[in-house]
């Protein structure tokens, strides 16, 4: 059974489903530009959690929403709307950037063979359900308006910031003289913001007779309790959620229902690029687009990211990535042999399994894979934990590279080295190599 680190104890813990049926949420991607590919990372190492539990013989129910709606860039409520950013940056409406971008987010996703979740959430799918969600909070005295919207009160919440392990009391010492006017606490944040004439926002919407917007952690927090029903039993993210976005949705939760939001939190860590931050200015703002451009896959890219722990601090280069490319190619033409010979493992599946089992360990898995012989039925379990489309992408060879291979042998025999070459450059042209072993020839994939 799967142990797993959970941020809401900072202890690895067995995991105990509530149901036959494991309730997982995803925050997805705001979607306002090209993913790169740190922003990638969480959703590859979730897709292990996935396969993980599915191989562990469980159900999994996941919901993974897209952010269509705009937020403001930074986490106080303040800056500027990124889907609004993106818009005059194109010249197109906020919907179109929307629409654009989750059909680019869904092809990178596929493109990295990600399990599909059973529900793709669009957060301007469930704005009434928000709305229910902000006059449930009032009604349960979460709440307060202010000019600027209506905000949460967090000193009603007894628990607020146990999660994140908050001072408040430091906070608050923190904090700029004057901050937001007319905020209550220092932690405070808006629920719902109103729209004031003359201000610009595209996506708008009416609530007590004037136009606003939702708040950012909303939409999570109102997805879960409608498609899922809270508690649910494991919510992920980006470390970078755990003090705000995490901790306002586990607020906003609790002031509608009552109920705790999730039993297990799983929080992946950041990348570094050459050991620096991934930033526009620094132009290290890769996607998978621009890896293939150099040359990489996706998959490249998946077995460059399972090849470190997610809770580890990575640095990204691209001579990292050359070298998870060879090992994805390796792992390959491990598979191309046993289509040449019947391989037995001389190790059990179960083990690598029981590896990814303990906190999502990829790496220790992944030496184990390279450390030992596997059947090709085992490759097939591999591919399913890990997801690296390993068995279509090396199919056995046809009859006629076959029959080349012998007649490059017969030839060879003869020392018709002309024709021997030939043949060789043949199958190279098609992506073949032959090796000439003690065993006899065999076959390869050259990448
Ligand atoms: P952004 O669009 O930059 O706000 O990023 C959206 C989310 O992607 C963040 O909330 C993070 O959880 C994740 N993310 C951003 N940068 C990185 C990174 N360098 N490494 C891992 N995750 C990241
Ligand atoms: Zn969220």
Request: aromatic share 12%; proline share 2%; hydrophobic share 35%.
């Amino acid at each position: 059974m799967l142990k797993i680190y959970n941020t809401a104890t900072r202890k690895i813990e067995n995991f105990k489903p509530i149901s036959d049926v494991v309730k997982i949420y995803t925050c997805g991607p705001t979607v306002y530009n090209y993913a790169h590919i740190g922003n990638l990372t969480a959703y590859i190492y979730w897709d292990l959690l996935v396969r993980a539990l599915k191989l562990n013989g469980l159900k999994v129910k996941r919901v993974l929403n897209l952010t269509d709606v705009g937020h403001l860039a930074s986490d106080a409520d303040e800056g500027e709307d990124k889907l609004e950013k993106g818009a005059a940056r194109e010249g197109k409406s906020v919907y179109e950037i929307a629409d654009y971008y989750i059909e680019a987010f869904k092809k990178d996703y596929y493109s990295l063979c990600l399990t599909e979740p059973e529900l793709w959430a669009r957060a301007t799918d469930y704005i009434a359900d928000d709305l229910a969600a902000v006059d449930k909070m009032t009604e349960n005295g979460f709440t307060y308006e202010t000019f600027d919207g209506i905000y949460y009160d967090t000193s009603k919440f007894e628990k607020y910031g146990d999660f994140a392990r908050l001072d408040l009391a430091g906070l608050k010492a923190g904090a700029r003289v004057g901050f937001s006017d007319e905020k209550r606490n220092v932690s405070d944040f808006a629920v719902w913001k109103f729209i004031h004439p003359g201000e610009k926002h595209a996506m708008r919407w009416d609530y007590l007779g004037r136009p606003g917007y939702p708040g950012w952690h909303l939409e999570c927090a109102t997805i879960i309790h409608k498609e899922l029903g809270e508690p649910i039993d494991i919510h992920t993210g980006g470390v970078d959620h755990i003090p705000i976005h995490h901790t306002n949705e586990i607020a906003e939760a609790f002031a509608v229902s009552g109920k705790e939001l999730s039993r297990y939190w799983l929080h992946c860590n950041f990348i570094t690029i050459d050991g620096e931050k991934i930033s526009k200015s620094l132009g290290n703002t890769y996607t998978l687009a621009e890896l293939s451009e150099r040359g990489f896959s996706p998959l490249d890219y998946k077995m460059w990211v399972l090849s470190g722990h997610y809770q580890g601090t990575r640095n990204f280069t691209f001579e990292s990535l050359e070298a998870a490319k060879s090992r994805l190619l390796n792992w390959r033409n491990k598979i191309a042999y046993c289509h040449q010979c019947d391989i037995e493992s001389d190790r059990d599946f179960a083990d690598v399994l029981e590896k990814v089992s303990n906190n999502l360990n990829s790496p220790e898995g992944f030496a184990m894979i390279d450390n030992a012989t596997w059947s090709l039925e085992d490759w097939q379990k591999i591919d399913d934990l890990f997801g690296l489309d390993l068995i279509k992408s090396t199919p056995n060879i046809s009859e006629e590279q076959y029959d080349l291979i012998h007649e490059r042998e017969s030839a060879r025999t003869k020392k018709d080295f002309a024709r021997s070459d030939e043949i060789r450059d043949l199958l190279a042209s098609q992506g073949i190599a032959v090796r000439d072993t003690a065993d006899g020839t065999v076959w390869e994939y050259l990448k």
